[in-house]
Each structure stands twice: as C-alpha cells, then as structure tokens.
C-alpha cells in the first residue's frame, strides 16, 4: 500500500468502516480495508472542499458598486471563458461558461496543490484526469443533443449533402460512424494521457531535485512546475471548449 499523506490518514481513521461498506455494497473490493481511502480520492475531496469554501466566500461578498479583490479575479476568470468560448462556439456560448470555469478552477488547484508540502497532485494519478476527461466527454456530447435533438446523430455519419447520391451517403456513413465512434473516444485518452503525463514528469522531477539539492535549485523548478499546471490547465479547458463548439455547432 502507499504511503498515506497525514490528510489521507486522517480522512480513514474516521470514515475507514462506511467507506468500506460502501464499496462493499457496490460489488467494489478496495485495497485495503484499513484505509480505503487513497491519496488522490483524499487531495480531491481536499480541493472540492476548499473551492466550495472560495466560491461560497466570494458570493457572500458580492458586490456590484464595491468588489473586491478576490471578486475581480473570478470575474477575469469567468471574462476570459466567456471571451474565448465565444470566439470558438460562438453567440450561443454564454450558457457553458460555469462548466468550463468550474472544470479549470479544479484542475487548476489539483495541479497546484502538489506544491505544498505534505500534499500531492491527484492529476498526477492516471484515474483523476481520466475523470474529468469523462466529466468533459459526457457534457459537450450530452450539450449536442440537447441543441440539435436526434439530429446530433447525424454528427456521426460524415457529411449530409443533399445533392449526394443514396447510393454514396450510405456507405458513406457507415465508413465514417465507427471512424467518428473512436475519434470521439480518442479524445478522452488524450486529454488523459496529455495532464497525467505531464503532472506526473513534473512532480517526479521536483522530487528528484528536492532530493537532491534541497536549497536554491529546487525553487526553478517549483516554477517550472506552476508553469505547467497553469498551461495544462488552459489545454485541457481549450480542447474541451473546440470539442463543446463542434458538438453545437449550427450546422454538423
């Protein structure tokens, strides 16, 4: 088993036992009885709780007349989602903005939180970014039937030119669904290899140096470190964003 960080610890020696249970009763066998809580289930329920706790600070000092600091800068976050989803998806953009703001604010402080001593990044565990990756796949899908209806199939079968004979559209479409079918199972992957692989190198470099030299060098790549949690984060919100603009696109 690995090591449990102290917050982990904690969070089993409570709720050990109905955690247990609970996966018990989902036909779920965990790894441990003892503490079948993980490290990355710990560093995830730790960031949900502090971003309910942020989002609940910011709304209780909401003001029109005199914002604050923190105000302004949910409010440049949620203009530069707005701005860029619009000149992706278009006019219609405005309703997805909470989704794409809260699937950055998590990864963000995911990546971010494995820089603090005693805590480590979930989005370095391959089943974190793997859950968001589904969380971003079963929304745009589920956004495209709810704009197009049924027609949204019709995204699957390649190009519906009118003017095309029947005898080509068909073969046509059932040459493009199974190739449409992986495209848009691919895309999970790759939004899950993309963050995991590059939060992982990117503790397990920092460790090394920390290891290694633990004064003065180690504090580049801290840096490096954000950089990449910040860039990643914009990836991963920017792909789900172009993936959101084709599935709502007027014309498929």
């Known amino acids: 088993m690995p090591e449990q960080l102290w917050f982990t610890e904690i969070l089993n020696r409570l709720f050990a036992a109905p955690v247990t249970a609970l996966l018990h009763l989902l036909r779920i066998q965990p790894k441990s009885a003892a503490a079948p809580i993980t490290n990355s289930f710990a560093m995830e329920l730790l960031v949900f709780s502090f971003l309910l706790l942020l989002f609940l600070l910011v709304r209780s000092r909401f003001s029109v007349e005199d914002p604050g600091a923190l105000q302004h800068v949910f409010e440049s976050v949620e203009g530069f989602i707005q701005n860029q989803s619009r000149e992706i998806i278009g006019h219609h953009s405005e309703g997805y903005t909470p989704f794409l703001a809260t699937l ?80 848009h199972f691919a895309r999970m992957l790759s939004l899950t290899i993309r963050l995991f692989a590059n939060m992982f190198a990117g503790d397990m470099v920092t460790l090394v140096f920390f290891s290694l030299v633990p004064l003065g060098v180690p504090i580049l790549f801290l840096g490096l470190h954000i950089g990449v949690s910040l860039l990643q984060t914009y990836i991963f919100v920017l792909l789900t964003t172009v993936y959101l603009s084709g599935a709502v696109a007027e014309e498929h």
């Open 104 to 183: 950055l604010f998590f990864i963000l402080f995911c990546n971010l939180i494995g820089i603090i001593p005693g805590f480590e990044s979930p989005t370095a565990v391959p089943i974190v970014p793997l859950g968001c990756a589904i969380c971003a796949f079963v929304y745009y899908q589920t956004q495209g039937f709810k704009h197009a209806g049924p027609a949204y199939l019709k995204h699957f079968l390649g190009p519906s030119d009118p003017t095309m004979s029947i005898f080509i559209r068909i073969p046509l479409a059932l040459l493009m669904l199974p190739i449409e079918l992986i495209s």
